[in-house]
Protein backbone atom coordinates (compact mmCIF):
# COMPACT_ATOMS: atom_id res chain seq x y z
CA UNK A 1 0.00 0.00 0.00
CA UNK A 2 1.42 3.42 -0.72
CA UNK A 3 2.61 5.29 2.02
CA UNK A 4 0.55 8.48 3.67
CA UNK A 5 2.82 11.56 3.14
CA UNK A 6 2.03 14.65 5.12
CA UNK A 7 3.75 17.51 3.82
CA UNK A 8 4.20 21.02 4.80
CA UNK A 9 5.55 24.25 3.04
CA UNK A 10 6.48 27.47 4.34
CA UNK A 11 5.92 31.04 3.55
CA UNK A 12 9.40 31.36 0.68
CA UNK A 13 7.62 28.12 -0.70
CA UNK A 14 4.09 30.23 -1.34
CA UNK A 15 6.46 33.43 -2.46
CA UNK A 16 5.30 33.70 -5.73
CA UNK A 17 2.83 31.79 -8.32
CA UNK A 18 5.88 30.26 -9.62
CA UNK A 19 7.33 29.19 -6.18
CA UNK A 20 3.50 27.49 -5.37
CA UNK A 21 3.61 25.46 -9.06
CA UNK A 22 7.24 24.52 -7.91
CA UNK A 23 6.11 23.56 -5.00
CA UNK A 24 2.83 21.40 -6.44
CA UNK A 25 5.35 19.64 -8.11
CA UNK A 26 7.22 18.46 -5.22
CA UNK A 27 4.10 17.27 -3.53
CA UNK A 28 3.08 15.70 -6.75
CA UNK A 29 6.57 13.68 -7.28
CA UNK A 30 6.54 12.57 -3.56
CA UNK A 31 2.93 11.85 -3.74
CA UNK A 32 1.87 13.83 -0.64
CA UNK A 33 -1.73 13.31 0.52
CA UNK A 34 -2.23 16.28 2.80
CA UNK A 35 0.06 19.66 2.51
CA UNK A 36 0.02 22.19 4.90
CA UNK A 37 0.89 25.26 3.79
CA UNK A 38 2.29 28.83 5.56
CA UNK A 39 0.87 32.03 4.41
CA UNK A 40 2.93 33.69 1.35
CA UNK A 41 6.22 34.91 2.65
CA UNK A 42 5.97 38.26 4.75
CA UNK A 43 2.37 38.27 5.20
CA UNK A 44 1.67 37.37 8.79
CA UNK A 45 4.20 39.88 9.32
CA UNK A 46 2.17 42.42 6.77
CA UNK A 47 -1.19 41.21 9.09
CA UNK A 48 0.25 42.28 12.02
CA UNK A 49 0.93 45.11 10.88
CA UNK A 50 -2.16 45.71 9.95
CA UNK A 51 -3.66 44.91 13.65
CA UNK A 52 -1.29 47.25 15.22
CA UNK A 53 -1.97 49.93 12.39
CA UNK A 54 -5.90 49.88 12.61
CA UNK A 55 -5.73 50.02 16.31
CA UNK A 56 -3.29 53.01 16.41
CA UNK A 57 -3.16 54.82 13.86
CA UNK A 58 -5.58 56.86 10.87
CA UNK A 59 -7.97 54.35 8.31
CA UNK A 60 -5.84 55.19 5.36
CA UNK A 61 -2.86 53.63 7.11
CA UNK A 62 -4.30 50.36 8.02
CA UNK A 63 -5.70 50.66 3.99
CA UNK A 64 -2.25 50.68 2.66
CA UNK A 65 -1.76 47.48 4.03
CA UNK A 66 -4.79 45.67 3.26
CA UNK A 67 -3.65 46.89 -0.07
CA UNK A 68 -0.54 45.47 -0.22
CA UNK A 69 -1.78 42.38 1.30
CA UNK A 70 -4.31 42.29 -1.70
CA UNK A 71 -2.06 42.81 -4.58
CA UNK A 72 0.42 40.68 -3.67
CA UNK A 73 -2.49 37.73 -3.56
CA UNK A 74 -4.78 39.04 -6.98
CA UNK A 75 -0.97 38.89 -8.76
CA UNK A 76 -0.22 35.02 -7.52
CA UNK A 77 -4.43 34.23 -8.12
CA UNK A 78 -3.85 36.50 -11.78
CA UNK A 79 -0.32 34.36 -12.95
CA UNK A 80 -2.43 31.10 -11.91
CA UNK A 81 -5.47 32.18 -13.65
CA UNK A 82 -7.49 30.50 -10.55
CA UNK A 83 -10.90 29.57 -11.06
CA UNK A 84 -14.37 31.89 -10.30
CA UNK A 85 -14.94 29.55 -7.50
CA UNK A 86 -11.51 30.06 -6.04
CA UNK A 87 -11.74 33.50 -7.13
CA UNK A 88 -15.36 34.31 -5.03
CA UNK A 89 -13.54 32.48 -1.86
CA UNK A 90 -10.76 34.65 -2.14
CA UNK A 91 -12.85 38.10 -2.32
CA UNK A 92 -15.03 36.49 0.96
CA UNK A 93 -11.28 36.40 2.67
CA UNK A 94 -10.92 40.16 1.83
CA UNK A 95 -13.91 41.22 2.69
CA UNK A 96 -13.26 39.57 5.93
CA UNK A 97 -9.75 41.15 6.02
CA UNK A 98 -10.99 44.53 5.75
CA UNK A 99 -14.01 44.12 8.83
CA UNK A 100 -12.12 42.92 10.82
CA UNK A 101 -9.46 45.78 10.38
CA UNK A 102 -12.12 48.21 10.46
CA UNK A 103 -14.01 46.45 13.68
CA UNK A 104 -10.37 46.59 15.17
CA UNK A 105 -10.07 50.47 14.19
CA UNK A 106 -13.62 51.61 15.41
CA UNK A 107 -12.96 50.24 18.81
CA UNK A 108 -9.04 50.86 18.85
CA UNK A 109 -8.69 47.59 20.58
CA UNK A 110 -6.69 44.29 18.68
CA UNK A 111 -7.20 42.23 21.19
CA UNK A 112 -5.16 38.77 20.88
CA UNK A 113 -8.53 36.65 19.83
CA UNK A 114 -9.05 39.50 17.29
CA UNK A 115 -4.97 39.41 16.00
CA UNK A 116 -5.43 35.55 15.63
CA UNK A 117 -8.24 35.37 13.54
CA UNK A 118 -6.82 38.05 11.30
CA UNK A 119 -3.24 36.25 11.29
CA UNK A 120 -4.98 33.11 10.37
CA UNK A 121 -6.12 35.09 7.12
CA UNK A 122 -2.43 34.41 5.71
CA UNK A 123 -2.58 31.06 5.82
CA UNK A 124 -6.62 30.72 4.62
CA UNK A 125 -5.65 32.85 1.56
CA UNK A 126 -2.47 30.94 0.16
CA UNK A 127 -4.24 27.60 0.54
CA UNK A 128 -7.00 28.93 -2.10
CA UNK A 129 -4.04 29.72 -3.90
CA UNK A 130 -2.39 26.17 -3.57
CA UNK A 131 -4.72 24.39 -4.18
CA UNK A 132 -5.50 26.16 -7.78
CA UNK A 133 -1.64 25.08 -8.38
CA UNK A 134 -1.77 21.94 -6.92
CA UNK A 135 -4.75 21.07 -9.58
CA UNK A 136 -2.89 23.03 -12.11
CA UNK A 137 0.16 20.39 -11.45
CA UNK A 138 -2.18 17.23 -11.24
CA UNK A 139 -3.59 18.22 -14.90
CA UNK A 140 -0.72 18.33 -16.03
CA UNK A 141 0.73 14.80 -15.31
CA UNK A 142 -2.92 13.52 -16.14
CA UNK A 143 -3.34 12.59 -12.73
CA UNK A 144 -6.50 11.06 -11.58
CA UNK A 145 -6.22 12.83 -8.15
CA UNK A 146 -8.24 15.43 -7.35
CA UNK A 147 -7.02 18.77 -5.33
CA UNK A 148 -8.96 19.86 -2.65
CA UNK A 149 -9.40 22.82 0.19
CA UNK A 150 -9.77 21.79 3.68
CA UNK A 151 -10.14 24.36 6.90
CA UNK A 152 -7.58 23.03 9.09
CA UNK A 153 -10.01 24.36 11.65
CA UNK A 154 -12.58 21.28 11.38
CA UNK A 155 -9.84 18.73 12.92
CA UNK A 156 -6.90 21.14 14.59
CA UNK A 157 -8.91 21.34 18.11
CA UNK A 158 -7.04 23.66 20.39
CA UNK A 159 -7.12 25.13 23.87
CA UNK A 160 -7.71 29.29 23.63
CA UNK A 161 -4.23 30.71 24.55
CA UNK A 162 -4.71 33.20 22.12
CA UNK A 163 -1.21 33.60 20.21
CA UNK A 164 0.50 30.31 21.38
CA UNK A 165 -2.78 27.93 21.65
CA UNK A 166 -2.04 24.50 22.45
CA UNK A 167 -3.65 21.51 20.40
CA UNK A 168 -5.48 18.88 22.40
CA UNK A 169 -3.58 15.49 20.73
CA UNK A 170 -6.88 13.31 21.41
CA UNK A 171 -9.60 15.09 20.19
CA UNK A 172 -7.63 15.79 17.19
CA UNK A 173 -6.84 12.03 16.70
CA UNK A 174 -10.76 11.69 16.96
CA UNK A 175 -11.49 14.54 14.58
CA UNK A 176 -8.75 13.15 12.09
CA UNK A 177 -10.39 9.95 12.12
CA UNK A 178 -13.63 10.93 11.36
CA UNK A 179 -12.66 13.63 8.35
CA UNK A 180 -9.73 12.74 7.15
CA UNK A 181 -10.00 8.94 7.00
CA UNK A 182 -10.10 8.85 3.22
CA UNK A 183 -6.67 9.92 3.02
CA UNK A 184 -5.20 5.99 2.73
CA UNK A 185 -7.90 5.85 -0.62
CA UNK A 186 -5.04 8.41 -2.19
CA UNK A 187 -7.77 9.86 -4.44
CA UNK A 188 -7.21 12.99 -3.52
CA UNK A 189 -5.02 15.45 -2.24
CA UNK A 190 -5.76 17.92 0.80
CA UNK A 191 -4.69 21.26 0.83
CA UNK A 192 -4.75 23.01 4.49
CA UNK A 193 -3.56 25.93 6.67
CA UNK A 194 -0.87 25.61 8.81
CA UNK A 195 -0.39 27.51 11.93
CA UNK A 196 -4.26 28.15 12.35
CA UNK A 197 -6.55 26.03 14.96
CA UNK A 198 -9.99 26.42 16.67
CA UNK A 199 -11.43 26.15 20.14
CA UNK A 200 -14.37 24.10 20.83
CA UNK A 201 -16.23 27.06 21.30
CA UNK A 202 -15.93 28.11 17.49
CA UNK A 203 -12.49 30.70 17.73
CA UNK A 204 -10.24 30.88 15.63
CA UNK A 205 -6.62 30.28 17.35
CA UNK A 206 -2.95 30.37 16.04
CA UNK A 207 -0.08 28.14 17.30
CA UNK A 208 2.58 30.40 17.87
CA UNK A 209 5.02 32.41 15.23
CA UNK A 210 6.35 29.68 12.49
CA UNK A 211 3.96 27.40 13.95
CA UNK A 212 2.90 25.65 10.48
CA UNK A 213 5.75 22.85 11.11
CA UNK A 214 4.14 22.01 14.38
CA UNK A 215 0.59 22.19 12.64
CA UNK A 216 1.98 19.98 9.74
CA UNK A 217 3.47 17.57 12.79
CA UNK A 218 0.02 17.36 14.89
CA UNK A 219 -1.35 16.22 11.77
CA UNK A 220 0.73 13.90 10.55
CA UNK A 221 0.22 12.44 14.29
CA UNK A 222 -3.41 12.81 13.75
CA UNK A 223 -3.89 10.60 10.61
CA UNK A 224 -0.93 8.42 11.10
CA UNK A 225 0.63 9.17 8.61
CA UNK A 226 4.32 7.40 7.29
CA UNK A 227 6.43 9.94 6.53
CA UNK A 228 6.40 13.98 7.44
CA UNK A 229 7.98 16.19 5.27
CA UNK A 230 9.31 20.26 5.85
CA UNK A 231 9.72 21.71 2.75
CA UNK A 232 11.72 25.36 3.14
CA UNK A 233 13.79 27.53 1.60
CA UNK A 234 17.29 25.29 2.70
CA UNK A 235 18.22 22.01 1.88
CA UNK A 236 17.91 20.22 5.13
CA UNK A 237 18.79 20.63 8.51
CA UNK A 238 22.48 22.07 8.43
CA UNK A 239 25.50 21.89 10.99
CA UNK A 240 24.44 25.48 11.92
CA UNK A 241 22.50 28.48 10.38
CA UNK A 242 23.54 28.79 6.71
CA UNK A 243 23.07 32.68 7.68
CA UNK A 244 25.63 33.13 10.41
CA UNK A 245 28.01 30.69 9.09
CA UNK A 246 28.74 30.34 5.26
CA UNK A 247 30.51 27.00 6.06
CA UNK A 248 27.54 25.12 7.62
CA UNK A 249 27.33 21.78 6.04
CA UNK A 250 24.19 20.03 5.25
CA UNK A 251 23.46 17.23 7.86
CA UNK A 252 21.83 13.84 6.45
CA UNK A 253 20.59 12.20 9.18
CA UNK A 254 20.04 12.96 12.60
CA UNK A 255 18.24 11.98 15.61
CA UNK A 256 14.95 13.22 17.17
CA UNK A 257 16.69 13.87 20.14
CA UNK A 258 19.81 16.08 18.76
CA UNK A 259 17.19 17.47 16.55
CA UNK A 260 14.76 18.53 19.55
CA UNK A 261 17.29 19.94 21.08
CA UNK A 262 18.63 21.90 17.73
CA UNK A 263 14.85 23.07 17.05
CA UNK A 264 14.64 24.07 21.32
CA UNK A 265 17.62 26.22 21.17
CA UNK A 266 16.93 28.69 17.91
CA UNK A 267 17.10 26.65 15.17
CA UNK A 268 14.37 28.43 13.12
CA UNK A 269 14.29 25.49 10.78
CA UNK A 270 12.00 23.28 12.82
CA UNK A 271 9.68 25.23 15.19
CA UNK A 272 10.78 23.93 18.73
CA UNK A 273 7.80 21.37 18.97
CA UNK A 274 7.60 20.03 15.66
CA UNK A 275 9.02 16.95 16.61
CA UNK A 276 7.03 16.15 20.20
CA UNK A 277 3.94 14.58 17.79
CA UNK A 278 6.30 13.04 15.48
CA UNK A 279 8.58 11.66 18.28
CA UNK A 280 4.80 10.23 19.64
CA UNK A 281 4.19 7.88 17.02
CA UNK A 282 7.51 7.67 15.43
CA UNK A 283 6.82 8.93 12.01
CA UNK A 284 10.04 9.95 10.54
CA UNK A 285 10.61 13.82 9.53
CA UNK A 286 12.50 14.64 5.97
CA UNK A 287 13.07 18.18 5.94
CA UNK A 288 14.36 20.04 2.33
CA UNK A 289 14.05 22.48 -0.26
CA UNK A 290 11.34 23.62 -1.92
CA UNK A 291 13.52 25.33 -4.69
CA UNK A 292 16.54 22.08 -5.01
CA UNK A 293 13.84 19.24 -4.31
CA UNK A 294 16.75 17.06 -5.68
CA UNK A 295 19.25 17.91 -3.05
CA UNK A 296 19.46 15.12 -0.56
CA UNK A 297 17.88 16.84 2.65
CA UNK A 298 17.95 15.52 6.29
CA UNK A 299 16.22 12.79 8.31
CA UNK A 300 15.24 12.83 11.45
CA UNK A 301 14.57 9.78 13.13
CA UNK A 302 14.43 7.91 16.24
CA UNK A 303 17.44 5.87 15.62
CA UNK A 304 20.59 6.81 13.48
CA UNK A 305 23.65 5.03 12.34
CA UNK A 306 26.13 7.69 13.28
CA UNK A 307 26.48 9.77 17.01
CA UNK A 308 28.97 12.23 16.88
CA UNK A 309 30.25 13.96 19.91
CA UNK A 310 29.43 17.68 17.83
CA UNK A 311 26.86 17.43 15.26
CA UNK A 312 25.47 20.78 15.07
CA UNK A 313 25.44 24.14 16.77
CA UNK A 314 22.41 26.66 17.85
CA UNK A 315 21.72 30.34 18.64
CA UNK A 316 19.42 31.66 20.54
CA UNK A 317 19.20 35.93 20.25
CA UNK A 318 17.49 38.36 22.74
CA UNK A 319 18.37 35.84 26.43
CA UNK A 320 17.73 37.57 29.48
CA UNK A 321 19.64 36.80 32.63
CA UNK A 322 17.84 37.03 35.88
CA UNK A 323 19.85 36.23 39.12
CA UNK A 324 18.26 36.01 42.54
CA UNK A 325 20.88 36.18 45.38
CA UNK A 326 19.93 36.01 48.81
CA UNK A 327 21.85 34.35 52.25
CA UNK A 328 18.72 32.62 53.08
CA UNK A 329 19.56 29.84 50.77
CA UNK A 330 22.20 28.82 52.54
CA UNK A 331 21.77 25.57 53.95
CA UNK A 332 17.64 26.51 53.26
CA UNK A 333 15.09 23.91 51.58
CA UNK A 334 12.06 25.69 49.51
CA UNK A 335 14.06 28.65 47.67
CA UNK A 336 14.32 26.73 44.72
CA UNK A 337 10.23 25.78 45.24
CA UNK A 338 9.39 29.44 45.79
CA UNK A 339 10.77 31.26 42.90
CA UNK A 340 9.92 29.00 40.54
CA UNK A 341 5.97 29.32 41.85
CA UNK A 342 6.35 32.87 40.98
CA UNK A 343 7.78 31.67 37.21
CA UNK A 344 5.07 29.37 37.07
CA UNK A 345 2.61 31.86 38.25
CA UNK A 346 3.29 34.15 35.36
CA UNK A 347 3.51 31.61 32.95
CA UNK A 348 7.24 32.33 32.54
CA UNK A 349 9.32 29.60 30.89
CA UNK A 350 12.83 29.39 32.15
CA UNK A 351 15.01 27.40 29.81
CA UNK A 352 18.67 27.41 31.03
CA UNK A 353 19.44 27.59 34.88
CA UNK A 354 22.50 26.95 37.46
CA UNK A 355 23.39 27.80 40.77
CA UNK A 356 25.63 28.63 43.57
CA UNK A 357 25.03 28.39 47.29
CA UNK A 358 23.08 31.17 47.90
CA UNK A 359 22.42 32.01 44.17
CA UNK A 360 20.34 31.12 40.90
CA UNK A 361 20.56 32.27 37.45
CA UNK A 362 17.79 31.72 35.04
CA UNK A 363 17.67 32.20 31.32
CA UNK A 364 14.51 33.31 29.99
CA UNK A 365 13.75 33.65 26.29
CA UNK A 366 12.58 37.15 25.86
CA UNK A 367 12.96 40.58 27.72
CA UNK A 368 8.98 41.30 27.65
CA UNK A 369 8.93 38.47 29.73
CA UNK A 370 10.62 40.71 32.79
CA UNK A 371 7.39 42.61 33.61
CA UNK A 372 7.51 44.79 37.01
CA UNK A 373 5.13 42.50 39.16
CA UNK A 374 7.66 39.31 38.02
CA UNK A 375 10.04 41.72 39.52
CA UNK A 376 8.38 42.86 42.12
CA UNK A 377 7.22 38.85 43.34
CA UNK A 378 10.57 37.79 42.92
CA UNK A 379 11.79 40.93 45.02
CA UNK A 380 10.01 39.12 48.03
CA UNK A 381 12.88 36.24 48.28
CA UNK A 382 15.92 37.59 47.02
CA UNK A 383 17.90 40.76 45.62
CA UNK A 384 16.59 40.41 41.67
CA UNK A 385 19.58 41.28 38.83
CA UNK A 386 18.39 41.59 35.68
CA UNK A 387 20.87 41.21 31.83
CA UNK A 388 19.67 41.25 28.89
CA UNK A 389 21.05 41.88 25.24
CA UNK A 390 22.75 37.66 25.82
CA UNK A 391 22.86 34.78 23.31
CA UNK A 392 22.57 31.50 23.89
CA UNK A 393 25.03 29.62 22.52
CA UNK A 394 24.20 25.50 22.00
CA UNK A 395 26.12 22.85 21.18
CA UNK A 396 24.25 19.62 19.98
CA UNK A 397 25.79 16.13 19.62
CA UNK A 398 26.46 12.97 21.32
CA UNK A 399 27.44 11.69 24.82
CA UNK A 400 28.60 15.34 25.71
CA UNK A 401 28.08 15.03 29.65
CA UNK A 402 30.84 12.20 29.02
CA UNK A 403 33.16 13.41 27.29
CA UNK A 404 36.65 14.42 28.93
CA UNK A 405 38.36 17.34 27.40
CA UNK A 406 35.32 18.71 25.44
CA UNK A 407 35.05 21.90 27.81
CA UNK A 408 38.69 22.83 27.04
CA UNK A 409 38.12 22.71 23.56
CA UNK A 410 35.57 24.84 23.23
CA UNK A 411 36.90 27.75 25.83
CA UNK A 412 39.87 27.40 24.22
CA UNK A 413 38.45 28.26 20.75
CA UNK A 414 36.95 31.36 22.14
CA UNK A 415 39.34 32.04 24.96
CA UNK A 416 38.76 35.91 24.84
CA UNK A 417 35.34 35.96 24.50
CA UNK A 418 33.09 36.34 27.84
CA UNK A 419 31.20 33.49 29.24
CA UNK A 420 28.30 34.93 31.05
CA UNK A 421 26.95 31.15 32.18
CA UNK A 422 27.12 27.77 31.34
CA UNK A 423 24.95 24.85 31.77
CA UNK A 424 26.38 21.18 30.95
CA UNK A 425 25.46 17.98 32.70
CA UNK A 426 21.26 18.04 32.55
CA UNK A 427 21.55 16.50 28.56
CA UNK A 428 24.08 14.36 27.41
CA UNK A 429 22.67 16.07 24.46
CA UNK A 430 23.41 19.74 24.66
CA UNK A 431 25.80 22.25 26.18
CA UNK A 432 25.15 25.61 26.39
CA UNK A 433 26.64 28.95 27.36
CA UNK A 434 25.15 32.68 27.50
CA UNK A 435 28.08 35.34 25.52
CA UNK A 436 26.98 39.16 24.75
CA UNK A 437 24.39 39.18 21.63
CA UNK A 438 27.29 40.52 19.66
CA UNK A 439 29.53 38.10 20.08
CA UNK A 440 26.84 35.34 19.70
CA UNK A 441 28.12 35.01 15.43
CA UNK A 442 31.60 34.96 16.01
CA UNK A 443 31.26 32.39 18.78
CA UNK A 444 29.48 31.01 16.25
CA UNK A 445 31.75 30.96 13.76
CA UNK A 446 34.66 29.67 15.83
CA UNK A 447 32.84 26.36 17.26
CA UNK A 448 31.90 25.58 14.21
CA UNK A 449 35.53 25.94 12.95
CA UNK A 450 36.74 23.38 15.76
CA UNK A 451 34.13 20.97 15.96
CA UNK A 452 32.68 20.75 12.06
CA UNK A 453 35.25 21.89 9.93
CA UNK A 454 38.47 20.90 11.50
CA UNK A 455 36.60 17.37 11.69
CA UNK A 456 36.13 14.66 14.57
CA UNK A 457 39.64 14.28 14.73
CA UNK A 458 40.53 17.35 15.84
CA UNK A 459 38.80 15.92 19.23
CA UNK A 460 40.60 14.02 21.93
P1 LIG B 1 9.86 28.44 6.42
O1 LIG B 1 9.23 29.73 6.04
O2 LIG B 1 9.99 27.48 5.27
O3 LIG B 1 9.24 27.82 7.64
P2 LIG B 1 12.04 29.43 8.06
O4 LIG B 1 12.60 30.76 7.67
O5 LIG B 1 11.11 29.39 9.23
O6 LIG B 1 11.38 28.78 6.76
O7 LIG B 1 13.22 28.38 8.35
C1 LIG B 1 14.25 28.20 7.39
C2 LIG B 1 15.48 29.01 7.82
O8 LIG B 1 15.99 28.48 9.02
C3 LIG B 1 16.63 28.92 6.86
O9 LIG B 1 16.53 29.85 5.81
C4 LIG B 1 17.85 29.16 7.77
O10 LIG B 1 18.33 30.47 7.67
C5 LIG B 1 17.30 28.98 9.18
N1 LIG B 1 18.11 28.04 9.97
C6 LIG B 1 18.48 28.24 11.26
N2 LIG B 1 19.22 27.23 11.70
C7 LIG B 1 19.33 26.34 10.70
C8 LIG B 1 19.97 25.08 10.56
N3 LIG B 1 20.67 24.52 11.55
N4 LIG B 1 19.85 24.44 9.38
C9 LIG B 1 19.17 24.98 8.35
N5 LIG B 1 18.55 26.17 8.43
C10 LIG B 1 18.62 26.85 9.58
N1 LIG C 1 2.73 32.18 8.86
C1 LIG C 1 3.15 31.91 10.21
C2 LIG C 1 4.35 32.78 10.56
O1 LIG C 1 4.86 33.51 9.72
C3 LIG C 1 3.41 30.46 10.47
C4 LIG C 1 4.53 29.83 9.67
O2 LIG C 1 4.93 30.34 8.62
O3 LIG C 1 5.01 28.77 10.09
O4 LIG C 1 4.78 32.76 11.69
MG1 LIG D 1 9.44 28.24 9.70
Known amino acids: MAQLVVSKFGGTSMGDAECMLRSAEVSHRQGSSLIAVSATSGTTNDLIALGKTAE ?3 WPEAEKIITKILDKHEKIARDLAISSHSQERL ?8 SLAKGV ?24 LFTEAMAKVLQKYNSKKTAELFDVRTVLRTDDSFGKAKPLTSEIAKLCSENLGFLRDHKKVVVTQGYIGMTDEGMTTTLGRGGSDYSAAILAEGVSADVLEIWTDVAGIATTDPRLCSKAKPISEISFKEASELATFGAKVLHPATLLPAIRKNIPVFVGSSFDAEAKGTWVRKDVEDHPLIRAMALRKKQVLVTLSTPEMLHAHGFLFQIFKVFNDHKVSIDAITTSEISVSVTLDDSTLVNKKLISDLSQFADVQ ?23 HIFEAISDINVRMICLGAS ?11 QGPETIRRLHETFIEAGPEEMG
Open 91 to 98: EILFEEMN
Open 428 to 438: KHNFCFLVSEE
Open 105 to 128: HLLRDCSVKAMDTLMSLGERMSSV
Open 386 to 408: VEDNLALISLIGNNINHTAGLGK
Open 56 to 58: SQP
